[in-house]
């Protein structure tokens, strides 16, 4: 069965990074987009970017642009997003999922709650 | 691109129907027949409930369903049941391979 099992909570300093990962298994991993979406504390979920495994390419929200990166391992089919300069507005849970085509997003990862704390 | 908008809650008692409604551009909604809802429980991830406007996932009940006119996509909920107690979030693709979110609606069975 389609699994994405995402990496545990994370507590950063501001300024720090945070590279989260998700690991997939039951299906074949290039054949899919993998997106990122956050939810912060009691809020709505926000797009962040998509990567193609097959490829690498990547396309991301402008906000996040200079801070988020992308990247996928084909040998062990686990996606990364690594995301910089965090300040406490990063607080948030961050979910991967997947998609055949741009959307929809089918499978949904169990969430990484990432705190940004001094 | 800016999220696309919802009410912020809707209710209904067991049994009735309640419709959800996800208003956004011609660059996202009205442009494209890829809107999705999704079905998020407290604590939980999403979970896929319509696709492309109108389609059911394997597994999902058939008293969901999805419609679209113009900018304009609506959730509809049939014979609700407590357990469809849960926030919902509509999603469309947009301009130039974006996807794009609503602000979400929490439905209450009362």
């Known amino acids: 069965q389609v699994q994405l099992v995402q990496s545990g909570a994370d507590v950063k300093k501001p300024g720090a990074s945070v590279k989260a990962s998700c690991k997939t298994s039951g299906y074949t991993f290039t054949s899919y987009y993998m997106h990122w979406v956050r939810q912060a504390p009691g809020q709505g979920l926000e797009w962040m970017g998509i990567?193609?495994?097959?490829?690498?390419?990547?396309r991301y929200v402008q906000k996040f642009q200079g801070r988020l990166t992308m990247t996928r391992d084909t040998s062990t089919s686990i996606v990364y997003m690594e995301l910089s300069s965090l300040r406490s507005e990063d607080t948030a849970v961050y979910y991967c999922?997947?998609?055949?085509?741009?959307?929809?997003?089918?499978?949904w990862g169990q969430g990484t709650l990432v705190t940004v704390s001094s | 691109q800016s999220a696309l908008t919802q009410p912020p809650s809707a209710s209904g008692s067991p049994g009735q129907s309640v419709t959800i409604s996800c208003t956004g551009t011609?660059?996202?909604?009205?442009?494209?027949?890829?809107v999705s809802w999704y079905q998020q429980h407290p604590g939980k991830a999403p979970k896929l409930m319509i696709s492309?406007?109108?389609k059911r996932p394997s597994g999902v009940p058939d008293r969901f369903s999805g419609s679209k006119s113009g900018n304009t996509a609506s959730l509809t909920v049939s014979g609700l049941q407590a357990e469809d107690e849960a926030d919902y979030y509509c999603?469309?693709?947009?301009?130039?391979?974006?996807?794009?979110f609503g602000g979400g609606t929490k439905l209450t069975v009362l």
């Open positions: 999603s469309s693709y947009a301009d130039n391979n974006n996807v794009v």
């Open positions: 999922a997947r998609s055949l085509t741009t959307t929809p997003l089918d499978y």
């Open positions: 990567i193609n495994p097959s490829d690498g390419s990547t």
């Open positions: 492309e406007v109108s």
């Open positions: 011609s660059s996202d909604v009205g442009g494209y027949d890829f």
